[in-house]
């Protein structure tokens, strides 16, 4: 197989640009036949909202294809409004829409893992992060995202993070470069909340976390971030992501590469049970 490159390296235009033209058409869709059944059930918005729990803004919204749904809202809607699953089937490609279009592939690929390897030297890996420090690395972009784009874009991260629920568990690594650890995003209550969270998932039998030192004097990793991950069917996967830009890797001889890199830098890095007891050491300095 070849290698797929992400949406956000082979379309034109910004960020935000892209995101709406490859998450508003299943969006436009899923309003469309909700506003359908809605009509056909007799019901006004205020009414609908009752019924579901949510403001006439938010329904007018989620019809116009403007908000992404969240899944419990489809099922009371399907169930509401009498339409036979036909909302709920289009849950999977809705969910999709809620994340940025350059990691829509991957986090399909990665909601289906049953091994999942990351190496990050920027920022804590999505799968560990709080949501205050989600939220601190979504207001740092630049340009800005609005409120309401951040505070979906939270929500799908810590969606993602529903993988350590999965039976059985996928086995997860991951090698953290101390630097990332030591960075302060969101303020010093929010990196000590991170780091309780890190040495929290650490404790799992499924999770092995290890610390890449600033004092090695060897550093595989030094071009940057990737994640290795294994599917059900056997597939091994890369996925790399630079400034926005993304790509799927499934090429053997590249994935294989990565693979070794990563062999290296859990080498190179600390063992787990030392790297939580650096992470608790960091989190006493604080």
């Not at 909302?87 to 829409?97: D, F, G, S, Y």
């Not at 991951?174 to 630097?179: A, L, P, Q, T």
Request: aromatic content about 6%.
């Amino acid at each position: 197989m070849g290698e797929l490159a992400g949406p956000a390296e082979d379309e034109s235009g910004t960020e935000e640009e892209r995101d709406a033209g490859a998450g508003s058409g299943i969006l436009r869709v899923f309003g469309r036949q909700l506003k359908r059944f809605r009509v056909r059930a007799g019901l006004e918005r205020p009414e609908f909202g009752s019924m579901t729990g949510y403001s006439v803004s938010t329904i007018a919204a989620y019809e116009q294809g403007r908000r992404v749904p969240p899944p419990k809202f489809i099922d009371r809607a399907d169930e509401v409004l009498d339409a036979g699953g036909v909302l709920q089937e289009m849950k999977e490609e809705v969910a999709r829409a809620q994340y940025p279009a350059f990691f829509r592939d991957a986090a399909k690929l990665e909601a289906e893992a049953v091994e999942l390897h990351v190496y990050a030297n920027q920022a804590v890996p999505g799968l560990l992060q709080t949501p205050e420090y989600a939220r601190a690395v979504f207001g740092m972009m630049r340009p800005p995202l609005d409120e309401d784009s951040i505070a979906e874009r939270v929500v799908a991260r810590l969606a993602r993070q529903e993988i350590f629920a999965k039976r059985p568990e996928p086995l997860m690594s991951f090698v953290i470069d101390e630097s990332v650890l030591r960075r302060p995003i969101g303020g010093r209550d929010v990196l000590r909340g991170q780091l309780e969270q890190i040495l929290l998932v650490g404790q799992k039998r499924t999770v092995e976390i290890q610390v890449m030192p600033l004092a090695s004097e060897e550093n595989a990793g030094l071009a940057g971030p990737f994640t290795l991950i294994e599917t059900s069917e056997g597939r091994r996967i890369a996925y790399v992501e630079i400034q926005n830009v993304s790509h799927v890797h499934t090429e053997r001889r590249l994935v294989k590469g990565l693979e070794v890199k990563y062999g290296i830098l859990r080498a190179q890095a600390l063992t787990p049970q030392a790297s939580l007891t650096y992470v608790e050491k960091l989190l006493g300095e604080l």
